[in-house]
């Protein structure tokens, strides 16, 4: 059995719980810092950003996420997850737990586009994928170990870096769960990641 946690201060975490069901994963919500023991990969929802690092902060999280992170335990943070796993916002001074080499744009599909959906390509995880966007952000930058995922109009909305998964959208509404899939089998096999 593997055990993959719900960072669940703030965001969807029912519908995390239901896309990464297999049979040899246990669901865990994280409430407590004592919970990141237990787990060996992490989801970081959507939700908004700065009052997730607030809850981060108010909580105890921030050098506990920090050492699960060093200790190369993959995370997954979708739209507002991905915000906080960047090294660098634009518009902002500091990053927060800042984990992976890409820059990040919040609310960067401007206001006509708020929220859509679109088919999306992943070479690594398969084609035709769905994926709802809501004030999502956009990928701007990525270091030289940041693999592009999937683009959307010449976007990039989701990278990998090793053991680090991020999305600008919401796998986690729609039926089809191959990304989620995807990030179970990382956190299954870490070796082949980190
Ligand atoms: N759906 C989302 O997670 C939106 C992210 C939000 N716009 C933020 O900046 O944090």
């Keep these: ?34 919970q990141l023991d237990e787990i060996d990969g992490l989801v970081f929802p959507g939700g908004e950003s ?3 690092r607030r809850l981060i902060n108010l909580y105890g999280f921030y050098e506990p996420l920090k050492d699960f992170a060093k200790k190369d335990k993959p ?24 984990v992976m080499d890409m820059t990040v744009e919040r609310n960067a599909f401007g206001r006509q586009r708020e929220s ?14 769905e994926a709802v966007f809501i004030r999502a952000p956009i990928i701007k930058k990525v270091g030289p170990n940041v693999t592009v995922i999937a683009t959307y109009d010449g976007d990039i909305v989701a990278t990998q870096q ?15 769960h191959r990304m989620h899939q995807y990030f179970v089998k990382m956190v299954r096999e870490p070796a082949i990641h980190a």
């Design 1 to 34: 059995m593997i055990n993959i946690g719900i960072l669940a201060l703030q965001g969807a975490v029912r519908e995390h719980a239901k896309a990464l069901q297999a049979p040899d994963v246990n669901v865990i919500v994280v409430k407590k810092v004592e």
């Design 50 to 52: 700065t009052t997730m």
């Design 75 to 98: 995370i997954f943070g979708t739209c507002a997850g991905a915000i906080l796993m960047a090294n660098e916002i634009v518009g902002q001074m500091e990053p927060h737990l800042s």
């Design 116 to 129: 859509f959906e679109a088919i999306l390509q992943m070479d690594q995880i398969g084609n035709n994928i």
């Design 162 to 176: 090793g053991p680090f998964l991020a999305c600008s959208f919401h796998p986690e509404l729609t039926d089809d």
